[in-house]
C-alpha cells in the first residue's frame, strides 16, 4: 500500500498569512494526487486535482504543486473560511490512501 | 456535477449488519465509478471501497474485504454496501463518492454522509 504523510498535523496561521501543507508518498504516484478542505460535520471539498489543477470554484488563493512523492498545497493568503483540516488522497492505485491531515487554526 | 445522498446508516449490535444506499442524480450514472469512504469520529479520511461503472470490477480495504460488499443498480442510478459481521470500530460516518473519468480518476463528488454507529 502506498502511505500518505502530511505535515505539520496542525498549523497555526493568521488572516493574510501564506500557508503551505506538505504531503509525502512512499512510493511514486505521478500527478495522482487529490487535495480536499473539510470542515466540521461536512463532506470532504476538492481543491485540487491531478496534483496542480485547481477544481471549478474553487479561489485562485489556493495551488498546488509536485509530483512523484513530493506535494505542496500553499494557501496565498489565508482567509477566515480556510480555516478547516486539509487532506491529500494518491489515487494512483488501489487501496486508494488518505494523509491523516492537517488541521488549519487561528493563531 | 452528480448529486449524491446516502442512506440506511443507523445504531447496530457487533456482529449485526446493515446495508447502505446512495443515490445518485445523474442519467449517466452508469459512466461513474463509485467509492465508499468512512471516517470514525474524530479520525482522519479512510477509503473502503470502489467499483466501476460496469460493476466489475470492485475493490476492498483489507479492513473491510470478506465482510463488506459494494454493487449497484444501475436502472436506479443507486450504490450499495453491504456491511456483514460489524465490529465497533467499523463505527463512522460513511460517504459515497463518485470518480467522472472524463475530468480526472478520484472521488470529485461526495454525498453529505450517513452515521453508522456498532454498539451493544
Known amino acids: 500500500d502506498i502511505q500518505m504523510t502530511q505535515s505539520p498535523s496542525t498549523l497555526s496561521a493568521s488572516i493574510g498569512d501564506r500557508v503551505t501543507v506538505t504531503c509525502r508518498a512512499s512510493?511514486?504516484?505521478?500527478?495522482?494526487l487529490a487535495w480536499f478542505q473539510q470542515k466540521p460535520g461536512k463532506a470532504p471539498k476538492v481543491l485540487i486535482f491531478d496534483a496542480s489543477n485547481l477544481e471549478s470554484g474553487v479561489p485562485s488563493r489556493f495551488s498546488a504543486s509536485g509530483s512523484g512523492t513530493e506535494f505542496t498545497l500553499t494557501i496565498s493568503s489565508l482567509q477566515p473560511d480556510d480555516f478547516a483540516t486539509y487532506y491529500c488522497?494518491?489515487?494512483?492505485?488501489?487501496?486508494?490512501?488518505f494523509g491523516q491531515g492537517t488541521k488549519v487554526e487561528m493563531k | 456535477e452528480v448529486q449524491l445522498l446516502e442512506s440506511g446508516g443507523g445504531l447496530v449490535q457487533p456482529g449485526g449488519s446493515l446495508r447502505l444506499s446512495c443515490a445518485a442524480s445523474t442519467f449517466n450514472f452508469r459512466t461513474y465509478a463509485m467509492s465508499w469512504v468512512r471516517q470514525a469520529p474524530g479520525k482522519g479520511l479512510e477509503w473502503v471501497s470502489s467499483?466501476?461503472?460496469?460493476?466489475?470490477?470492485?475493490y476492498y480495504a483489507d479492513s473491510v474485504k470478506g465482510r463488506f460488499t459494494i454493487s449497484r443498480d444501475n436502472s436506479k442510478n443507486t450504490l450499495y454496501l453491504q456491511m456483514n459481521s460489524l465490529r465497533a470500530e467499523d463505527t463512522a460516518v460513511y460517504y459515497c463518492a463518485a470518480t467522472n473519468y472524463d475530468f480526472w480518476s478520484g472521488p470529485g463528488d461526495w454525498g453529505q454522509g450517513t452515521l453508522v454507529s456498532v454498539s451493544s
Open positions: 467499483i466501476r461503472g460496469s460493476r466489475d470490477p470492485t
Open positions: 488522497q494518491q489515487y494512483h492505485s488501489y487501496p486508494w490512501t
Open positions: 512510493q511514486s504516484i505521478n500527478s495522482w
